[in-house]
């Protein structure tokens, strides 16, 4: 049976997330709290001179809708450029987990991409640009 | 029982989509029976006045269904004088009254308040800030795995400096009742006061202030089937006449002069401001209500629902129950299942009209002590019965074959 939340998309990423676990290699990583319900994600990115995402890693703990968005968004960023991610805004966040969010769940949904938008603008305005 | 379920109108709607409603939330509000609800609207249509201000009919009328009202809650709490009986906005209010306006003037640097690790943040928070602006400490009676305070602890978090033990009477999450008289013996030893917490226990249980003789007790209108937005704080007359204003403004004043004022009598000290009146008069019904059916029945109903709910939750596989065994809590029971996140619980259950909570239930040190991030509570009330029971149970087993795919 294929449930029109929890659908194969998400719960394959909730079971077997993609790249999950400590990046030793990380130019940067943030995290953020969703105080409601207490889920949490960490991003962790390996990012090059180019400005470029070549690994993405993510932690936490929560819901099966925060934890699979952060393991689709990992997917989804690396071999993106700091300009692309930019770019991109949560209405093509929340397309690609292919299910539908009350408000609420959009919290969760968003999380792991909140964590991505700070990191990104923050390397920006930090040694990222010049390292 | 079901005529006890038949007095509250909002359970017997079905939901949007046409489920029956099958309320588990009670523990964050209850629901409110027809008597109180036509408490409110009758004030409001028939005798609706400020308070404490008329000399027309309707401010008599309005003063008297008031002071009607402060009068059996005092019986219900069996409080030695109606004037220890002040209206506030809830639990909330009433703690933080006691943080400012008592705790601020006796606690001096080096003092102790005691509280724990089971405390609401409504018990913890203002108690956090009263230490800092008094130089005072806050210390914590550590917890038991099983969910209740641990009592051989209790002499050393104890002393001289010890000024008030803050405790709650039942746990909004383990729903643990705690041993108010041992430590009310405890604080007597070192002269400390001692302020329950009774958003959760007042609802479920009967209390005497008296026997054992507490100090301070807040609660909420709106957990024990009474409007929102109204709320008590007992005070043994003593300390609330050493005490000075909380809020100041109009009715809290005996006489007012351009620099300087003097302080109304009890309990209108505290009570600056017009109070949200009608629904003083309707917690005074609440009141009635739960009068009638005893605090003994209420108890035999619910613990009835607890074992039930108790006993068929123990058999779902891997499920983890928190906190003491049904002989040592209220009507409460939250869990943790290894593979489904109570927010995907809630939101699972949800479907099947289920309403209960998921998260930390405002409890963020006792959940790092239980060592999860949140649970998924069943809190329940007189008027729930085995079939919501049956519901719940099934609904579990929906969430957990959704996500668990099997
Ligand atoms: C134990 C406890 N204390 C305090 C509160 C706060 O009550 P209120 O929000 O009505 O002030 C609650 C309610 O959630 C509670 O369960």
Known sequence: ?131 | MENIRSDFPILGRPLADGTPLVYLDSGSSAQKPQVVIDALVECYQTYYANAHRGVYQFGVQIDEALEGARERIAAMLGAAEVEEVVFTSGTTMSINLVAQAWARMVLEEGDEVLVNEMEHHANLVPWQQVVRQTGAVLKHIPLTDDGHLDLDQLQNCLGPRTKLIAVTGMSNVLGTINPIGRLVEAAATVGARVLVDGAQSVPHAAINVQDPAIDFLAFSGHKLYGPSGIGVLYGRRELLEMMDPFLCGGNMISEVGLTESTWADLPAKFEAGTLPVAEAIALGTAVDYVTDIGFEQIGRIERALLVEAQTRLQEIPDLVIHGPDVDHKGAIISFTDPRVHPHDMAELLKRKGVALRAGHHCAMPLHARLGVVATTRVSLAVYNTSADIDVLIEAIHYARKVLRRD
């Open chain 1, 1 to 131: 049976m294929s449930d029109e939340l929890y659908d194969d998309l998400i719960l394959d990423h909730y079971e077997s997330p993609y790249h999950r676990g400590r990046l030793e290699s990380a130019s940067c990583e943030h995290t953020e709290l969703n105080p409601l319900c207490g889920d949490r994600v960490q991003l962790q990115l390996q990012i090059d001179e180019e400005r470029r995402i070549q690994q993405a890693y993510f932690e936490g703990e929560g819901c099966a809708i925060s934890q699979a968005a952060a393991s689709i968004l990992c997917e989804h960023i690396e071999g993106r450029t700091l300009g692309e991610v930019e770019a991109f805004d949560a209405r093509q966040m929340l397309d690609l987990l292919q299910v539908r969010l009350t408000a609420t769940r959009q919290r969760c949904g968003l999380l792991g991409f909140k964590v991505l938008k700070t990191l990104a603008y923050a390397y920006d305005g930090t040694a990222g640009t010049s390292a």
